[in-house]
């Protein structure tokens, strides 16, 4: 049986995500700003019990976070035993992953999506650039803290 | 429940790994006194524990070991054999060789055979060991048949106790969760009062869980005495090492994370510290040096304190040896402030041992060890006097999980405090508080304090309206010299938050210590308050240069004269205490706490000030929340739990029955709370008042009716009790019945009969268990007095 992958909207088009690293997609509302971090960082919210960072993958929301209104679904995924959510306007379903991730390397134009990239992969819709969850967190510590002006 | 091979096994090394850890003082002890008989019986129990264990499990070597042992040690508690240098040396190296035999098993290795037998050949009896049989020493009971201590324990995985503390943890997220939905939805009585006791089972089993993690740190220093003598036969030296306070209770992470670090201590204390035999005598001093090992806990935290009575550090050659290692230059080390080149010590690369030996010297270690104490939120600290000792204090936090706070708010957005750190919080317009610049560092001067300021809203910039005047000035201290200011908008609660880390991305900003949710079901950041007093500019420059500066300051309040102060006192009712009373809050120590006949004082800022608001029971080992009360000649102050919110006393006050520390009881923001009368405390404990304002009783006899159980409640009802022969003049006068009238015109006489009967008869008799009317009586004739 092939791996199911969550399409989601990332910088105007659709990407993927392995289902398996996918705990829940949740509607937003809250979002508590985190003052001096990354600009990736868009902030917290709960979960129930849980503490969610939020993470913008990409350019749109990444310029502002604390004044941007926060983006409607985050998808949920947990490492080392934290909880992030990785901010989306839109989230397609699942698809199964017919081929094994291409990387696409410096051919990515986009240096936001190029950092968090694992490669391309093929799905009955057509090829999807598929996003590496770790790589996605790993970005927001990177990433030079902007303060907001 | 079954249990399998592996677990048998698993459960056996830990048991025989813990009695290693707990009998191993013991075994210097005996070593220093062999006829201590209970020191005998549990290294007894040990090794007879260890061999019935080695049945079970077929480790042959490890059997015959013990089962020598426990030969050796049977004959000697029978009397058959009296204990001497060998044979304790003998036990102790059977005792070790168990040890190795264990960590070896746990590992999956094996120890290489032979060498046993020479172990348990050196056990042999002797000829001077032979003695006759002692006949006393027959009748002598059996101590391995009693349980080791009464109380029944049960051995638990270190994850599942995490585990179980997480969900404490969420179930305490929830049900604050859960109190904020019940406040808006306006639930009925029942459900209130249900999710009332509710909430308080959770609190119970919170605490209960908390000190399931508890451990006392005697299981730090058990093993002390054996390092303590091992290190010192093997450099030559002579030490004892005397142990306080291993009663001490604090989280089983802690006692590990403390483990390392302190054994490094010691082993410097010994080898560089204390001195040879020969040249302490040439000193002065003692043939044989003494390692002091006390814990205490201040607060939240514990303090840790290593002293030998050694040659101490000798700061010059420290000074030239970083020189010489190229840390420092000659000129950055002549400006350094003594404790700093004290400190030096703990650079990397930095050892001032003449040789280096097998112990310590290499010049690895104090490095390592200040990185590990300051890690887990600690301090460490050197103090010395040369020539005469060396102190090492380590103070670190009690546990890691759970911590009180206050909920700090700038610009709309919320975050958290520990409450350890905080000194003292001041209103920003308070006349206490003068704010300045000092060549573009913002100082504020708080009483007689000058401090470095830093505006959150400015340090996380965030956006703000236009700076205000208003807001909540915070003095936090971090260590002895390290204090600043920090300036919020509001405080906007006090609650204890199970803190967890945060994610790496937010850790990443270097000023956030973990993550915690409110009660309304948000994230709240807690933030690191060293780290912060670094990103707003604070250097150790600046604290330097503003130490010692003083300031007379005079005193003044002025605040809304219907605001008020809503606390949860320490008897657990919410208090409102008039604003304009209160002057500040600040804690104080239990240490600063004294009881006395008439109630209790405390030492605040070097002032002995009344303490109201506090029984003897209520005082536990943690410091005291206290509202300071200011009446423009003397200070007062209220002990508290913690602060609730801030209200106005709008609503009617329903005046209590009689005059005390409750003027009566109104509604505030929706609940019931108690008005403090700040006018009966001041008048009633409020120094100066108390000499000559208070009513003076005088009473009869020594006997002990009169002495314990008349004058306690004499004295509750706020009389100053004098006895017959006193000639003050009293206000009133209790007499016995049986005895002679007095002759005091003026005094109100109460007069008390034995019998029930007789009683209501002339003026002033009354039962002398009517304690109803014995009170009714001394009120009057203090309302009497007042006219």
């Known amino acids: 049986m092939s791996e199911l992958l969550v399409q989601f909207e990332l910088q105007g088009e659709l990407v993927a995500i392995r289902a398996s690293e996918v705990e829940s997609v949740i509607e937003i509302d809250e979002v508590v700003p985190v003052p001096l971090t990354s600009s990736r960082i868009a902030g917290l919210t709960a979960l129930r019990s849980k503490v969610l960072t939020l993470i913008s993958c990409d350019n749109d929301t990444a310029s502002c976070p604390a004044s941007t209104p926060a983006r409607r679904r985050a998808i949920v995924v947990t490492r080392d035993g934290q909880s992030y959510g990785i901010l989306t306007n839109r989230v397609v379903g699942g698809v199964p992953m017919l081929s094994p991730a291409v990387p696409f390397g410096e051919g990515l134009h986009d240096s936001s999506l190029r950092a968090i990239a694992q490669g391309v992969t093929e799905t009955p819709d057509g090829p999807v650039l598929l996003i590496d969850t770790e790589a996605a967190i790993m970005s927001s510590i990177r990433s030079q803290t902007m303060p907001c002006q | 429940m079954s249990f399998n091979a592996d677990e048998l096994l698993g459960e056996f090394l830990a048991e025989t790994e813990e009695m290693l850890e707990a009998i191993s003082g013991e075994l210097v002890a005996w070593e220093a006194d062999p006829s201590e008989r209970t020191r005998l ?68 290795t094996t120890i290489p055979e032979g060498g046993d037998d020479s172990l348990i050949a ?12 002692n006949l006393g020493a027959a009748h002598v009971e059996d101590g391995d048949r009693k349980a080791p201590g009464g109380k029944q324990s049960l051995r638990l995985s270190v994850e599942l106790l995490d585990q179980m503390m997480n969900c404490v943890s969420n179930i305490v997220l929830s049900r604050n969760e859960m109190a904020h939905q019940l406040k808006e939805t306006e639930a009925p009585q029942s459900v209130v009062a249900t999710f009332k006791r509710l909430s308080n089972q959770i609190a119970d089993l919170r605490d209960s869980t908390s000190d399931a993690r508890m451990q006392p740190i005697a299981r730090l220093f058990g093993a002390l005495p054996r390092l303590v003598r091992d290190l010192s036969t093997q450099l030559g030296k002579q030490v004892m090492i005397d142990i306080e306070g291993d009663d001490v209770e604090f989280d089983r992470e802690m006692v590990e994370l403390l483990r390392d670090p302190l054994a490094h201590i010691i082993r410097n204390a ?42 101490g550090i000798d700061i010059a050659r420290v000074v030239d040896k970083a020189v010489e290692a190229g840390l420092i230059s000659q000129a950055g080390a002549a400006e350094l402030s003594p404790g700093d080149r004290l400190m030096l010590v703990c650079h990397p690369g930095l050892s001032t ?27 460490l600290k050197i103090a010395s006097s040369p020539g005469e000792s060396t102190c090492v204090s380590l103070r670190v936090p009690l546990t890691l999980a759970i911590t009180p706070a206050l909920v700090v708010e700038v610009a709309g957005q919320q975050f958290v405090i520990p409450r350890s750190v905080i000194r003292e919080v001041v209103a920003r317009g308070s006349p206490d508080v003068e704010f300045s610049s000092l060549g573009g560092v913002a100082i504020v001067r708080v009483r007689n304090k000058r401090l470095p300021c830093i505006s959150l809203t400015h340090l996380l910039q965030i956006d703000a309206p236009a700076p205000s005047t208003a807001g909540v000035l915070m003095v936090l201290q971090l260590g002895q010299s390290f204090s600043y200011a920090l300036i919020v908008d509001r405080i906007t609660n006090h609650q204890e938050f199970a803190i967890r880390p945060a994610s790496p991305p937010v850790m990443a900003a270097g000023i956030y210590a973990g993550i915690t949710i409110s009660e309304e079901g948000r994230p709240l950041l807690l933030l690191d308050t060293t780290p912060l007093a670094h990103a707003g500019g604070v250097t150790t420059e600046i604290l330097e240069a503003l130490q010692g500066q003083t300031h007379e300051v005079a005193s003044e309040t002025t605040v809304e004269a219907d605001q008020c102060l809503i606390l949860s006192g320490l008897d657990g009712r919410p208090k409102a205490l008039r604003l304009d009373a209160v002057r500040r809050i600040t804690t104080v120590l239990p240490e600063a706490v004294d009881f006395n006949e008439s109630g209790a004082l405390a030492v605040i800022e070097d002032q002995l000030i009344p303490l109201v608001g506090i029984t003897r029971d209520a005082l536990g080992s943690d410091p005291v929340n206290v509202a300071m009360m200011d009446d423009g000649d003397c200070l007062l102050a209220y002990a508290f739990a913690q602060v609730i919110e801030l209200g106005a006393l709008t609503d009617e006050i329903l005046p209590s029955c009689e005059p005390g520390p409750v003027e009566g009881t109104t509604i505030v923001n929706g609940h019931a709370v108690e008005v403090i009368d700040a006018h009966w405390l001041f008048a009633e404990y409020g120094v100066g008042a108390a000499e000559t304002a208070q009513p003076v009783c005088r009473i009869q006899g020594s006997d002990t009716w009169t002495q314990k159980f008349l004058r306690p409640i004499i004295e509750a009802n706020g009389y100053r009790v004098v006895i017959d022969s006193d000639p003050e003049a009293a206000d009133v006068v209790v007499v016995s019945d049986e005895l002679a009238e007095p002759n005091h015109d003026e005094a109100t006489v109460i007069r008390l009969s034995r019998s029930k009967a007789q009683a209501p008869g002339s003026e002033g008799r009354m039962y002398r268990y009517d304690r109803k009317a014995i009170v009714q009586a001394l009120q009057d004739a203090k309302v009497r007095r007042a006219i």
């Open chain 2, 122 to 133: 050196s056990l042999l009896l002797t000829d001077e060991n032979l003695e006759t049989v």
């Open chain 2, 270 to 311: 010994i080898d560089h510290g204390i001195e040879h035999p020969s040249a302490r005598l040439a000193a002065g001093k003692r043939e044989i040096g003494c390692l002091t090992v006390t814990a205490r806990r201040i607060g939240n935290q514990i303090q840790v304190d290593v002293t030998d009575d050694g040659r």
């Open chain 2, 353 to 379: 041992a003449h040789e280096v030996t097998e112990i310590s010297g290499r010049g690895v270690g104090m490095d390592v060890v200040r990185a590990n104490i300051e890690r887990i939120g600690g301090q």
């Open chain 2, 41 to 108: 019986d549990s290294i007894f129990r040990f090794v007879h524990t260890v061999k019935g264990n080695c049945g079970l499990f077929d480790f042959p070597r490890l059997q015959a070991l013990s089962h020598a042992a426990e030969d050796a040690l049977a004959d000697v508690r029978a009397g058959r054999r009296v204990p001497d240098a060998g044979l304790v040396t003998a036990i102790l190296a059977i005792i070790d060789r168990i040890g190795n035999f264990v960590a070896a098993i746990r590992e999956g």
